[in-house]
């Protein structure tokens, strides 16, 4: 297979995992529903900008884990980002064929980030090491053999590395029930060790893509929408927008929708997954014409850093 029919091919796979794992996150997510319904409703173009994982650092969890399957769908490693208050470490990565194609045709971005366990306290360490411990095996193995195959043409291996790939990323915490005075012990130093012990390997949120529509001038109008007239309630950390023009990006989110967690003592209602809006502005010397490469692609720490906050506990 000639290189550019390898890269459609890990491309096409892209598109079809994330096809299915929007569905998966619809599911549950009523609020990306009902947003979803809203903006096509008006014949707003529906653009996924970027979707996010969260993950432990361990052998068979972690970054690295992350970064192998999506490399095999064709995406490539970005920027790295660190969150010093929350003590967590980022990148993002591109997705295949990007250069010369509408941002609508494109996959979305991943962005992926590690929680970094060195300044937590001892009993902390213990539980997150303790949760990633019990991963004995990851399917990188199998997911990179089935890339290699489609880069070579088999178009049967495609459908399995789609499944295997929809498989890991929706499969949620690869460790033990946890109970749940770990999940508060966590917490109380970190909202996002807290999530992570609970919904794993799960999807944090999808993020909508706002310069592409025609209903909505900006970001804060699409967000007077959400709250006015969808009545979903947004996360407010550090206004609701966060973000500006000179940065080349501008974002919101909803505040996460709440589901039914079963822990050894029982169920605890806690919040899971919530919708991004991102509003990018074209690179200088460049046009607002929906071409991937025309815009902003990367990510503001700032910004970043009260997103994480939309799946915090109230």
């Known amino acids: 297979m000639s290189q550019t029919n390898a890269a459609q091919a890990e491309d096409s796979c892209a598109h079809r995992v994330f096809a299915a794992l929007w ?86 971005k991943i962005f992926v980030s ?34 290699s195959k489609v880069k070579n043409g088999d178009r049967q291996s495609e459908d399995e590395l789609v499944a295997e790939c929809i498989a890991f990323l929706s499969s949620g915490a ?17 909202e996002y060790a807290a999530w992570t012990l609970v919904f794993g390997n799960n999807i944090n949120h999808f993020t909508v893509s706002v310069q592409l529509m025609a209903s909505f001038k900006d970001i804060h109008s699409l967000n007077a929408h959400i709250v ?12 609701i927008t966060k973000g500006t023009p000179e940065l080349r990006l501008e974002q919101s989110s909803t505040l996460a929708v709440q589901l039914p967690v079963l822990f050894q003592e029982g169920i605890k209602t806690l919040p899971y997954a919530f919708v991004e809006f991102a509003y990018r502005y074209p690179l200088e010397g460049n046009r607002h014409d929906a071409n991937w490469n025309s815009y902003y692609q990367g990510f503001v720490i700032n910004n970043a850093d009260k997103i994480f906050e939309s799946t915090n506990l109230r």
């Open 114 to 147: 590690e929680l970094i366990l060195d300044k937590f306290p001892t009993e902390f360490q213990e539980i997150v090491k303790s949760a990633a411990r019990q991963v004995k095996a990851s399917p990188v193995k199998r997911i990179q053999a089935l890339a």
């Open 23 to 108: 569905k998966k996150y619809t599911d549950l997510v009523i609020d990306a529903r009902s947003i979803e319904q809203s903006l096509r409703s008006k014949g707003d173009v529906w653009n996924e900008d970027h979707v996010a994982f969260r993950t432990f650092p361990g052998e068979h969890t972690g970054m690295h884990i992350l970064q192998s399957v999506f490399e095999a769908l064709g995406y490539r490693r970005k920027d790295d980002y660190f969150f010093e208050d929350k003590q967590l470490k980022a990148f993002w990565l591109e997705p295949p064929l990007t250069h010369g194609r509408k941002c609508s045709e494109v996959a979305p």
């Open 228 to 239: 006015n007239d969808l009545k979903i309630p947004m996360n407010s950390t550090g206004g």
């Open 174 to 190: 690869g460790w033990h029930r946890p109970c749940f005075n770990d999940y508060e012990l966590l917490r109380k130093s970190s």
